[in-house]
Protein backbone atom coordinates (compact mmCIF):
# COMPACT_ATOMS: atom_id res chain seq x y z
CA UNK A 1 0.00 0.00 0.00
CA UNK A 2 1.27 3.42 -0.67
CA UNK A 3 1.60 5.59 1.88
CA UNK A 4 0.23 9.26 1.76
CA UNK A 5 3.31 11.17 1.08
CA UNK A 6 3.49 8.77 -1.91
CA UNK A 7 0.20 10.09 -3.75
CA UNK A 8 -0.82 12.72 -5.20
CA UNK A 9 -4.29 13.91 -4.01
CA UNK A 10 -4.99 17.46 -5.85
CA UNK A 11 -6.87 17.30 -8.49
CA UNK A 12 -4.57 20.34 -10.17
CA UNK A 13 -1.41 17.96 -9.85
CA UNK A 14 -3.53 14.92 -11.45
CA UNK A 15 -4.26 17.67 -14.77
CA UNK A 16 -1.00 18.91 -14.85
CA UNK A 17 1.31 15.66 -14.80
CA UNK A 18 -1.61 14.22 -17.33
CA UNK A 19 -1.00 17.24 -19.37
CA UNK A 20 2.57 18.64 -19.03
CA UNK A 21 4.13 15.12 -18.29
CA UNK A 22 5.89 12.27 -20.99
CA UNK A 23 3.67 9.68 -21.82
CA UNK A 24 4.22 5.69 -22.01
CA UNK A 25 2.23 3.80 -23.04
CA UNK A 26 1.53 -0.40 -22.27
CA UNK A 27 -1.05 -2.91 -23.08
CA UNK A 28 -2.87 -2.17 -19.91
CA UNK A 29 -1.88 0.95 -18.66
CA UNK A 30 -0.90 4.28 -19.78
CA UNK A 31 1.75 6.10 -17.81
CA UNK A 32 2.67 9.82 -17.49
CA UNK A 33 5.42 11.14 -15.96
CA UNK A 34 6.40 14.72 -14.97
CA UNK A 35 9.75 15.52 -13.20
CA UNK A 36 9.66 18.29 -10.86
CA UNK A 37 11.97 20.41 -8.61
CA UNK A 38 10.49 19.83 -5.36
CA UNK A 39 12.57 18.26 -2.84
CA UNK A 40 10.15 15.53 -1.86
CA UNK A 41 9.35 11.56 -2.61
CA UNK A 42 7.87 10.34 -5.86
CA UNK A 43 4.57 10.52 -5.73
CA UNK A 44 1.78 8.93 -7.99
CA UNK A 45 -1.76 8.91 -8.70
CA UNK A 46 -4.46 7.00 -10.64
CA UNK A 47 -6.91 6.81 -12.58
CA UNK A 48 -9.88 4.09 -12.96
CA UNK A 49 -12.51 5.22 -15.25
CA UNK A 50 -15.71 2.98 -15.54
CA UNK A 51 -14.78 1.99 -19.09
CA UNK A 52 -12.43 -0.79 -16.95
CA UNK A 53 -15.55 -2.11 -14.77
CA UNK A 54 -17.88 -1.75 -11.92
CA UNK A 55 -17.05 -0.60 -8.80
CA UNK A 56 -15.56 -3.38 -7.27
CA UNK A 57 -13.10 -4.37 -10.37
CA UNK A 58 -12.35 -0.74 -10.44
CA UNK A 59 -11.04 -0.79 -7.27
CA UNK A 60 -9.35 -4.38 -7.52
CA UNK A 61 -7.61 -2.66 -10.38
CA UNK A 62 -6.71 0.66 -8.15
CA UNK A 63 -5.42 -1.37 -5.42
CA UNK A 64 -3.56 -3.85 -7.61
CA UNK A 65 -1.69 -0.84 -9.20
CA UNK A 66 -0.75 0.39 -6.13
CA UNK A 67 0.91 -2.08 -4.58
CA UNK A 68 2.88 -2.50 -8.04
CA UNK A 69 4.12 0.78 -7.73
CA UNK A 70 4.90 0.58 -4.29
CA UNK A 71 7.30 -2.05 -5.03
CA UNK A 72 8.96 0.11 -7.59
CA UNK A 73 10.25 2.52 -4.66
CA UNK A 74 12.37 4.48 -4.03
CA UNK A 75 12.42 6.44 -6.87
CA UNK A 76 14.30 9.75 -7.43
CA UNK A 77 12.69 12.91 -5.47
CA UNK A 78 10.69 15.24 -7.61
CA UNK A 79 8.60 12.57 -9.66
CA UNK A 80 4.82 12.56 -10.43
CA UNK A 81 3.67 9.61 -12.05
CA UNK A 82 -0.22 9.51 -12.86
CA UNK A 83 -1.13 5.81 -14.20
CA UNK A 84 -4.54 5.79 -16.43
CA UNK A 85 -5.81 1.88 -16.64
CA UNK A 86 -7.14 0.54 -19.84
CA UNK A 87 -10.18 -1.50 -20.03
CA UNK A 88 -7.81 -4.64 -20.55
CA UNK A 89 -6.65 -4.57 -16.84
CA UNK A 90 -9.63 -5.39 -15.39
CA UNK A 91 -9.26 -9.63 -16.58
CA UNK A 92 -5.04 -9.15 -16.36
CA UNK A 93 -3.12 -11.10 -13.95
CA UNK A 94 -1.05 -9.10 -11.24
CA UNK A 95 2.03 -10.27 -12.91
CA UNK A 96 1.21 -8.55 -16.09
CA UNK A 97 0.06 -5.56 -14.48
CA UNK A 98 3.59 -5.47 -12.53
CA UNK A 99 5.70 -5.91 -15.92
CA UNK A 100 3.45 -3.07 -17.66
CA UNK A 101 4.54 -0.76 -14.60
CA UNK A 102 8.19 -1.51 -13.87
CA UNK A 103 8.38 -1.42 -17.96
CA UNK A 104 6.82 1.98 -17.81
CA UNK A 105 8.48 3.37 -14.76
CA UNK A 106 11.82 2.57 -16.49
CA UNK A 107 11.60 3.62 -19.47
CA UNK A 108 10.83 6.89 -18.06
CA UNK A 109 12.96 7.24 -15.07
CA UNK A 110 16.31 6.72 -16.75
Known amino acids: MLARPYRITRGS ?5 VRRG ?13 ETKDPRPARFGFIVSKQVGN ?4 NTVRRRLKDACARQLPLPDG ?3 VIRALPAAAGAPFAD ?14
Open 13 to 17: DYRMV
Open 55 to 58: AVVR
Open 79 to 81: IDI
Open 97 to 110: LLSDVERAIHRGVR
Open 22 to 34: RRYGGSLLILSLL
